[in-house]
Nanobody, 116 residues
Framework: QVQLVESGGGLVQAGGSLRLSCAAS????????MGWFRQASGKEREFVAA????????YYADSVKGRFTISRDNVKNIVYLLMNNLKPEDTGVYYC?????????WGQGTQVTVSS
């Protein structure tokens, strides 16, 4: 059974940083492209960042480019999202999934709240 568990969220002031983690189990995730997504209250879930299965390539939503960095550890089956210079508009629940996402793999997510 596939399980994705996100952690590392919290409350931070604007300009601060957080590092999110996504622990994956139940599937050989090291051979898949992985991504981070987020959903703000009252809005649809949106793409944030993705990384190739070897970690050599990454791409980002324009809104986070230059501030967020995605990485992965294929030995530990963990995907990270380092978020710097956070803004209030980054507030939301953050999820990881394969990229493109698989509907049955969504976890509980981790809440990120950025205060102004």
């Amino acid at each position: 059974q596939v399980q994705l568990v996100e952690s590392g969220g919290g409350l931070v002031q604007a300009g601060g940083s957080l590092r999110l983690s996504c622990a994956a189990s139940g599937r050989t995730f090291r051979v898949f492209q992985m991504g981070w997504f987020r959903q703000a209250s009252g809005k649809e879930r949106e793409f944030v960042a993705a990384i190739s299965w070897r970690g050599g390539s990454a791409y980002y939503a324009d809104s986070v480019k230059g501030r967020f960095t995605i990485s992965r550890d294929n030995v530990k089956n963990i995907v990270y999202l380092l978020m710097n210079n956070l803004k209030p508009e980054d507030t939301g629940v953050y999820y990881c999934n394969e990229q493109p996402p698989v509907s049955g793999y969504w976890g509980q997510g981790t809440q990120v709240t950025v205060s102004s």
